[in-house]
């Protein structure tokens, strides 16, 4: 799908050095070398400066990286929808599935109601959490996959599907394991009380804004730092590498090995559900309305 030297040159700009990406890509660093001045060569850029502290991206470099991680992802997208078109989309639920959202849930549902679709398979797709390409995903919606599940309370992706809520989860806060609220198993809303805590921005999510209403009228000890509209991994990250406090939610306890969820003393919680696309098909809004129908619905899911 693209040119597999820019594997290499990933490689190295990720690494630092030809002997690091080399142990990465399992060739020489002789190899590796070979293959960077092959790239240079195909495109007559010159893409890295070797340096005694180790490899540098020249400004052209630091452009061809860019785009190249977008090609990488982008082929692999595309070859996920080509295997997919493999499937009968007749008789094939596509389910799609990332960190933040991922498909276990809809697998509780499809086991209590897979019955009443015997001639069904599921097929999951994977789409990746990125808080600048999250809403053109929601937009695949009934072309892409057929469903996913999640939380939402979204304006944007609310204006985008459909949503059966099926349960709720509650609203927490993450530290790195090193902060000194990390040891608590439990915290009250002054715990924070001088402390950054991360959060979206205002203006579209309904249980958020009222997060930072209270915060902001009732708890001005507690500073507010503005994350993207929609949270991906380079969130955890920011939270665990700068000592902040990052607002999350329960099912997302394992999302970054290096940060550690804590419940807080508050009733916040923000719904979770089924997500499907405005003008679903005819077997679509029949697993919709089985979903519904579910008496018990699976632990941890509650009817609204």
């Given at each position: 799908?693209y ?9 190295v ?7 690091k ?17 092959a ?13 005694p ?24 997208k ?41 001639a ?36 944007e ?13 509650a ?18 809303i ?12 205002k ?12 915060l902001?009228e ?27 406090v ?6 997302w ?52």
């Amino acid at each position: 799908m693209y040119n597999p030297l820019l594997n290499t040159f990933v490689a190295v700009a990720d690494c630092g050095s030809f002997t690091k990406a080399s142990e990465t890509l399992f060739i020489s660093p002789t190899a590796v070398m070979k293959q960077m001045n092959a790239l240079e060569k195909h495109l007559e850029l010159k893409l890295i400066e070797r340096t005694p502290s180790g490899i540098h991206l020249t400004q052209a470099g630091a452009v061809i990286y860019k785009e190249a991680k977008f090609m990488m992802e982008y082929s692999q997208k595309a070859i996920s929808r080509a295997k997919a078109a493999l499937y009968d989309y007749e008789t094939t639920f596509c389910v799609g599935t990332s960190m933040l959202n991922p498909a276990k849930p809809f697998m509780d549902l499809w086991y209590l109601v897979n019955q009443d679709f015997p001639a069904y398979k599921l097929h999951l797709v994977p789409f990746a959490d990125n808080h600048d390409g999250i809403l053109s995903e929601i937009e695949k919606l009934g072309e892409k996959f057929d469903f996913l599940i999640g939380v939402c309370d979204s304006k944007e992706w609310l204006s985008r599907c459909n949503f059966l809520p099926l349960g709720r989860y509650a609203k927490m806060v993450a530290v790195s394991r090193e902060h000194p609220l990390a040891s608590k198993t439990r915290i009250n809303i002054e715990d924070l009380y001088g402390e950054t805590l991360m959060m979206v921005r205002k203006g579209d999510s309904e249980t958020n804004d009222h997060i930072r209403r209270n915060l902001e009228e009732n708890h001005p000890e507690i500073h507010i730092e503005d994350t993207p509209q929609f949270y991906d991994l380079s969130v955890f990250n920011r939270c665990a590498e700068t000592g902040n406090v990052l607002l999350t939610i329960e099912c997302w306890r394992d999302v970054h090995p290096g940060l550690v969820s804590i419940p807080v003393n508050w009733d916040y919680s923000i719904p979770y559900g089924l997500l499907y696309s405005f003008d679903a098909p005819k077997d679509v809004l029949q697993f919709v309305e089985a979903v519904k129908n579910i008496r018990p619905l699976p632990e941890g899911m509650n009817s609204f």
